[in-house]
């Protein structure tokens, strides 16, 4: 695995990209990872992935990349998406977002869905959430500072965050195939209205759920959800022969 950073404007994007052990037949793969997660967290992935050729960013503020001052609301983040796209040389991928990256990876397929095979979302609602007065202050007091994260995610995003971020519910129709997967313990993100809306928007929708797993199924059952990942890009690849 190799490492590379996309400027976007200027800001450097940092992300990791297994093309140098790829068999570039088969259509690539996109991480975007969760609110504090880096790309290194998904090294396991990205081998478990291959022979295909799957690439993870860490988003502005986060791991190894730049951290501006400001930028912080769902469109910078797309814009994220779209330099390392664009740096990487993609036309066509398959994209996967992880629970706060989900609204990052739906706001990119609202506008480029000519350019994605497939959409994988776990464990989030098909929304861009506003946060509270007050959340980035516990955030940083009762996770990351606790949970040894500081370096995941800076100070200066988690406020740029708060400060920044909008509400956005997602209304476009995709038709590409989407895999939505859940945990259905309590915790999880996504209820049966939630589900209920991807069904409502995205006629293509195949649901897993993970019934030892609340939020964080990586951490529960992370086996299956790899091996539900896998298979689901398989058949992608399958039907388009």
């Known amino acids: 695995m190799e490492s590379y950073w996309a400027v976007n404007q200027d800001i450097n994007i940092h ?30 992935l990205l081998l478990f992935l291959l022979p295909r050729r799957a690439i993870v960013l860490s988003f502005r503020g986060r791991g190894s990349s730049d951290t501006p001052m400001r ?66 202050a516990d955030y940083l007091s009762n996770y990351i500072i606790p949970t040894n994260r500081t370096a995941n995610i800076r100070v200066e995003a988690v406020e740029g965050i708060q400060r920044e971020s909008s509400a956005v ?29 991807y069904t409502s928007l995205m006629p293509n929708v195949t649901i897993a759920s993970f019934e030892q797993s609340a939020h964080n199924i990586r951490y529960k059952e992370q086996g299956k959800l790899y091996q539900t990942i896998s298979q689901f890009l398989a058949q992608i690849d399958q039907e388009k022969g």
Not at 27 to 42: D, N
């Open 15 to 44: 992300y990791i990209d297994t093309k140098s052990l790829a068999d570039l037949s088969l259509t690539p793969l996109i991480i975007c990872p969760g609110l504090s997660e880096t790309a290194e967290e998904y090294e396991d």
């Open 71 to 136: 930028g912080y609301d769902l469109k910078e983040h797309i814009t994220d998406i779209s330099a390392v796209v664009e740096h990487s040389k993609l036309e066509r991928f398959h994209l996967m977002g992880n629970s706060r990256g989900v609204s990052y990876a739906l706001g990119y397929a609202q506008t480029n869905e000519e350019r994605l095979d497939s959409l994988i979302v776990e464990d989030y609602p098909a929304e861009h959430k506003q946060m509270p007065t007050g959340w980035a």
């Open 169 to 197: 519910f997602f209304n476009a129709n995709l038709m590409l195939p989407v895999l939505v997967m859940r945990g259905l313990l309590e915790g999880s993100l996504i209820n049966d209205q939630d589900l209920c809306q």
